[in-house]
Each structure stands twice: as structure tokens, then as C-alpha cells.
């Protein structure tokens, strides 16, 4: 009998093609509308301010780093606003250990921020966001749902949270894979000007394109807005992908590389990552033909489902709840970006340690987040209650909503804002504090009651506004009244999820609402006594306990919190 040959030794499959993104933190959470880090002309301007900054003393102490007074000085913008761009670079800024990312609230002047950061920074001012498709189509549907009390309204308004739901915002919103081709396309359009701003002029040779050269400390700055790797996966550092600095000595500095070299191998590869978006977004309009298709779709598109989506990297993002509780606690988030969009008369908590958290187009809800350790944004939200925890927010276009907050950072509001309350933090559970510590939150200080107030309208926006709107300032937020503040009681629902240590709130309340405080527990108190005491009949008693039920029920219906009693119950 012939014996059998030799198996062959199975060849392993290749490695994963590796795409390029753009990073979606400062696109998303990095822009400012304020008009003076908005120029006309970036290409003119930018340069001699990278060259002023590179220069100034303080940048030659500290190499390449400046303070927020030098930048308040060379810019002639106020000190609150130069320390909020240096706030705003460290929450989105890629690094984990930049020094102004590591810093304390209270260190930020003395660590300062890096010049090239910096200029990159202000370079993407520039950048408009992409429209919802259809946006306009039903505003005569939605006018009598969403009344104009700003004379503003028909133009600043566009997005309301009603009109989203009335609109279906499944359809109208941008998806992930557009706003990542639209992030690109931006990048590859700028491309040659971002990568001149980073780079040096070869001594003795003429000025232009052929004479600029990045040496790899500066190229590594360009992963302030561009990684490979896939979503959710480890970020490789950019030089590591690089041919030009990929097998560089790193015990000696690499020699640098001509800047058109530089631009050429990115748009390469913005080329074909365009190209591997559009095949993704053809193979979703002719259908998924197998489950990996599919899990791929999910992960980039969660404007398709109108439930909860589960990506297969982990949890990312909540749309369409309505009318009920809805938990997630640390054990079920697998990812530190959350996005919750279009749900409405809910209450919805998310109890865990986040990087960044985004709340859009939400009506009548509570949403309870966990610890946010870089950044929320609350967009188009109306009687909203926000409950968070953050080194930061920003609140944009939103009515009627109130804020509780633990934040080591201003409040920033802009844009469309009407009758917009804030108010301390007034909760916990009982992993808070451990969550806090693991996302860099401290408990101190808390700037709940210092919210910054800039321009009503967005220069980010894609949207056309008349002339001598921009220099409106928006609406702030007052502060709520002490009487109206009360503590929010979260439902013990995790018995399995391990003990934590925090039996109270770690925010000290202000003196004023802790009086408040004070004074309502206190009445509740003599209540219960004056009704413990009351000397009644039997039927008299059974009337007023009858009475009581009553009114307790009328007021679970019509304040919506019944369905929490019915999801307690259900658990």
C-alpha cells in the first residue's frame, strides 16, 4: 500500500490589512467655536505663530512647550479661553503620557502644551461637520412641537430632539463610515499644509515644498489626527507603520525624510482606506452575505437599529430607547466610547468607567453616566436630566435641561441654549470612586457653577448664518434653585458586580444646598411624627392611607417614574 505523502506545512494566513483613521476626538470633541482660532487664511497665519511660539523664552526652558499666558499674550485672547484651548488639547490629545494630559487641573500652566500639538490644533478649527441628510425636509411637520422663542430659531435650530424623532434620525443622521470618510477627505484636502507645519527648512536651500523635511519626533505629532490599527485594537504608533522611520535605530535619532515623501505615503493610504469605507458602505446596500460582513457593518454603521447595538468589539452606543429603564453596568461596556442618541422618556444608566460619552437628540429622560475621564458633549437635548461625573463637558444646542455635575473643569456652553439649569453632583453607587480613580476624575474641585459661555452660533457647522450672528454670545445656564435640588437615588441592581467603596457622595455639596438638604429631611421627618401621632379612628385612618395611595400613584404616572418600579420588579 503507497503511503500517504507528507502533509505540507500550512502556510499562515497573512496579517490583517491595517487602514488608516482619522482620530475622532478632536473632531467631535476638540472644536471651539470661537472666531479668533478660526483662520481665514491657516496657511499665511499659522506658520509665523508657529515660529513666534517656537521662540518665545519660555518655549526654550521647556523645549517646544508654552503656557497658556504666552498663548493668551501671541493670540491677544482672554486667560480664561487660552487655559480653555489647553484643557480642551489635553482631552483629546492621543498621548497617555504627555505631560499636559498627566497633569492636575491645578498643573496646567506650569506643564504648558507642545507648540506642534498646539498649531495642529488650531489648524482643524477649520473643520466643518458633516450634515444630517435631510435635515430641513419635515420643519414644517415639526414647527408646532418645537416652538421659536429665539429670533434665532429658524436658522441656529436646525437639529431639535423632537424633530429628530418626528424625522426618524435613523435615516438623516450621518453614519460612522460617512463621518470617517468625511474626516478623511478633510485631512487628505489639508494634507500638505498640516504636514508644512511640521516640518523643517533644509539650511542653504531655497524656500519651497522640495526644501521642507520632518524629522520622526515631528512626524509622530500627526497621530494627533490619523492611527492605524483597527477600531477597539491597540493604536501602533505611527512611525512603526512608516517604511521611512519603521526600522530606525531607536538608540539613535533617525535621520529625516523629505516632507513630499512624507505626503505621499499618507494620501496613499487616506486613498485606500476611502476606498475600503466605499466597498464596506456598497456591500451594505447589496446586503451582508456572511456573519463577518455583517459583524463589520454593525461596528461601523449604528444608525441602521433602533435598539441598543452591540458591536463586536464591544459595546459603543444606545439609540432609539423609549419608555423604559435601561442599565449597563462596567462588566457589559467593552468599550470607553459611548454614544446615546434618540431615546426619549427613559431613564438610562451607564455605571462605568468612560473615556468619552455623547448624549444626542434625547427628550424627557434621566441619563446617569458613569465616571467620564475626557469628555462629554450633550447636543439637541431637551428636558434632559444629565447626571455625570467628567474632567469635562460641553453642552450645545440644548432646552430645559439640568445638569448634576462632578467636574474638574468648567461647563462649556454654546450655541442655541434656552433655560439650561446646573447644579452639583447628587448621586453615587458604589463603585464611583474606584471608576474615578481609574479615568482621572478627582472629587476636588467640582466647577459645576462656573459654566463658560461662548458663541451662539457653531462656525463648525455646515449650516449658513447672517452676518453679525456669529458675535452673539449663547445663553448660559443658571443655577438651580436650592430648593429644587434633591438627591437621585440609583436602584441597587448589582449584587454580582462586586462590593464597592463608596457609601455616599464624593463631591461635598455647597453649604447652601446642603442647608436645603438639611431642611427637607428635616420636614420629612416631622411628617412622618405628625402622622404617627395624629389620633385617628380606623376609617379615618384607612381614608387617609387610601388618599395618600392616590395621590403617591398620580404622581408615579405622571412623572414617568412608574416605569422604574415596573423594571424594579421585573428584576
Known sequence: MAEPPPEQPSTPPP???????????????????????????????????????????????????????????????????ARLVFEIIASVHPSVSDPIVTAK???????????????????????????PRGQHRDSAAIADVWPSTSAFDGFLSALTPLQLARSNVR???????????????YLQKHLGNIISLLADSIEGQPEGEESLVLTMENFEHLSFLIYFGEKGSEKIPLSQNAPFFANSDPDMPAAPVPASQVHDWIEQNINSALQHISERIAAKENGPTNASDH????????????????SPKGFS?????????????????????????????SVIYLLAPLRYATVYGCSD????????????????????????????????????????????????IVGDNHKLQVAPYNTFYPQLEEHMKHVGVEASPNRWDEPIALGLVDPHDSISHPAGVSDCQTESAAHLEPDQFT????????????????????FPLPDVYMSSQQKNDKNLVEVKQILKE?????????????????????WLYASGNVRQLYCLQGE
Request: glycine letters at 4%.
Open 317 to 345: 452606543h444606545i439609540e432609539g430607547i423609549s419608555k423604559q429603564s435601561y442599565v449597563k453596568q462596567a462588566s457589559e461596556i467593552k468599550t470607553p466610547f459611548v454614544k446615546i442618541v434618540n431615546c426619549h422618556e
Open 15 to 81: 496579517p490583517p490589512t491595517l487602514y488608516l483613521h482619522p482620530r475622532r476626538e478632536p473632531f467631535e470633541h476638540g472644536l471651539i467655536p470661537l472666531q479668533k482660532l478660526i483662520f481665514p487664511d491657516p496657511t499665511q497665519t499659522l506658520p509665523s505663530l508657529r515660529d513666534k511660539l517656537l521662540h518665545h523664552p519660555s518655549a526654550k526652558s521647556h523645549p517646544h512647550r508654552i503656557d497658556p499666558g504666552v498663548f493668551s499674550d501671541t493670540l491677544q485672547i482672554s486667560p480664561e479661553h
Open 171 to 185: 435615516r438623516s443622521m450621518p453614519s460612522h463610515a460617512d463621518e470617517e470618510a468625511h474626516q478623511l477627505s
Open 487 to 506: 438627591n437621585f437615588l440609583i436602584p441597587n441592581w448589582f449584587q454580582d458586580e462586586g462590593c464597592g467603596s463608596t457609601k455616599d457622595n464624593p
Open 295 to 310: 459583524d463589520a457593518l454593525m461596528a461601523d454603521d449604528y444608525a441602521n437599529t433602533i435598539k441598543p447595538a452591540i
Open 365 to 412: 429622560a434621566t441619563i446617569v453616566l458613569g465616571a467620564v475621564g475626557k469628555a462629554v458633549r450633550i447636543e439637541h437635548c431637551e428636558r434632559v436630566h444629565v447626571i455625570t461625573v467628567a474632567k469635562r463637558i460641553c453642552i450645545a444646542n440644548c432646552r430645559e435641561c439640568v445638569f448634576f455635575l462632578g467636574v474638574n473643569q468648567q461647563p462649556l
Open 534 to 554: 395624629t389620633q385617628l379612628e380606623d376609617n379615618r385612618k384607612r381614608e387617609l392611607s387610601t388618599a395618600l395611595h392616590v395621590y403617591f400613584k398620580d
Open 105 to 131: 487641573p491645578d498643573q496646567i500652566d506650569s506643564v504648558g502644551v507642545n507648540v506642534y500639538d498646539l498649531v495642529i490644533f488650531l489648524y482643524i478649527q477649520s473643520y466643518k461637520r458633516l450634515l
